[in-house]
């Protein structure tokens, strides 16, 4: 059975782990966009406070020990580009290099997580149509807290926590 896995973190690298317990003979593939497939995502208010300043301590997992772990195919900075149900046909694309290529597979994972829109949809934090305040930042990864100095500068911990 071959396995595809669309989306890391909590949900995909679960998923895949899972698998791997249940099927030992399974080719399992797991895409995810990202640069990380796994970290500690409860810590990111005190990696942006500084009371944990590298943003390393956060991963939990490398690609490279999930694959050795588990024999899982991993694949980031990754995405599917299109979907073919019918036919069980994903097409992923690099997005390093731009490239794709067209995988089979025999059972398709979707675990994308979340997406933050801008329509009436917002989450009721958000209080309703009401945009973000000038000046806030949204924080859904590790790789973008690394790309909010003034934030991670100008707040403390107990502040971000709080």
């Known amino acids: 059975m071959k396995v595809i896995i669309i989306g890391g973190v909590a949900g995909g690298a679960s998923a895949a782990a899972r698998l791997r317990r249940l099927d030992e003979q399974a080719e399992i593939i797991l895409v995810e966009r990202g640069e990380s497939i796994s970290y500690a995502n409860c810590g990111l208010p005190y990696h942006l406070g500084?009371?944990?300043?590298?943003?390393?301590?956060?991963?939990?997992?490398?690609?490279?020990?999930?694959?050795?772990?588990?024999?899982?195919?991993?694949?980031t900075r990754c995405e599917a580009v299109s979907i073919d149900r019918v036919n069980k046909k994903i097409i992923l694309r690099d997005l390093v290099?731009?490239?794709?290529?067209?995988?089979?597979?025999?059972?398709?994972?979707?675990?994308?997580?979340?997406a933050v829109s801008a329509g009436n949809s917002r989450p009721l934090l958000r209080m309703a149509e009401n945009p973000l305040p000038s000046g806030w930042n949204e924080v859904t990864s590790v790789s973008i807290s690394t790309?909010?100095?003034c934030l991670r500068s100008s707040v403390t911990s107990r502040e971000l926590i709080s």
């Open 50 to 75: 500084n009371v944990i300043p590298d943003r390393n301590d956060l991963l939990v997992m490398t690609p490279e020990k999930f694959n050795a772990r588990f024999r899982v195919d991993v694949r």
């Open 147 to 149: 790309r909010i100095p």
């Open 97 to 114: 290099s731009g490239s794709e290529v067209s995988e089979t597979y025999d059972k398709l994972i979707l675990s994308t997580g979340s």
